[in-house]
T-cell receptor, first 112, second 112 residues
Framework: DTEVTQTPKHLVMGMTNKKSLKCEQH?????MYWYKQKAKKPPELMFV???????INESVPSRFSPECPNSSLLNLHLHALQPEDSALYLC???????????FGPGTRLTVL | SQKIEQNSEALNIQEGKTATLTCNYT??????LQWYRQDPGRGPVFLLL?????KEKRKERLKVTFDTTLKQSLFHITASQPADSATYLC???????????FGAGTRLFVKA
């Protein structure tokens, strides 16, 4: 199974809402990633978890809060977002000793 | 800073022809380069990885080359089909880290 799943597929939220994005993989990968992608731009790395520990935070605003409850799950908690945070949010995973990242289908987020 | 550049924003070709996409890297020597396909609103899908000591790699109608002298990778799709229309991303990992650097992507349009 080389699948990364993400829920929800689409999310519309107001600037005062709190919501969460979820990501799951069952490939035994120990590295998981959150990316943000704007239209016609490449994915931008937000966070990297390695062995359930946060190893990279690319200076992401605190209104984005990642969480890795176990080796298969990755969450991104959202609070007080801005309209410019509207984008496609991608989750990916990779084996710790391999280079290829497997991406989920993404969550299309719209902030009103 | 370490950069991956794909100098064609878009490429239009006729069905049956070979599509050639270019990826150049600057300010570092990646140990490998990867190519991903991305369809609109979806996550990138891994296609091929080529290491610096490999000159060429093939997978079905796909071929990738790696020229460390020119600091360039070429990605070829032979006998192209309309279904090959997508954005193709070149990527590599930064030296010694978990961060993947993506090129801006080339949108390929294959006309029937």
């Amino acid at each position: 199974d080389t699948e990364v799943t993400q829920t929800p597929k689409h999310l519309v939220m107001g600037m005062t809402n709190k919501k969460s994005l979820k990501c799951e993989q069952h490939m035994g990968h120990r590295a998981m990633y959150w990316y943000k992608q704007k239209a016609k731009k490449p994915p931008e790395l937000m966070f990297v978890y390695s062995y359930e520990k946060l190893s990279i935070n690319e200076s992401v605003p605190s209104r984005f809060s990642p969480e890795c409850p176990n080796s298969s799950l990755l969450n991104l908690h959202l609070h007080a977002l801005q309209p410019e945070d509207s984008a496609l949010y991608l989750c990916a995973s990779s084996g710790h000793r391999t280079d290829t990242q497997y991406f989920g289908p993404g969550t299309r987020l719209t902030v009103l | 800073s370490q950069k991956i550049e794909q100098n064609s924003e878009a490429l239009n070709i006729q069905e049956g022809k070979t599509a050639t996409l270019t990826c150049n890297y600057t300010n570092y020597s990646p140990a490998y380069l990867q190519w991903y396909r991305q369809d609109p609103g979806r996550g990138p899908v891994f296609l091929l990885l080529i290491r610096e000591n490999e000159k060429e790699k093939r997978k079905e109608r796909l071929k990738v080359t790696f020229d460390t002298t020119l600091k360039q990778s070429l990605f070829h799709i032979t006998a192209s089909q309309p279904a090959d229309s997508a954005t193709y991303l070149c990527a590599s990992r930064n030296t010694g880290g978990f961060k993947t650097i993506f090129g801006a992507g080339t949108r390929l349009f294959v006309k029937a």
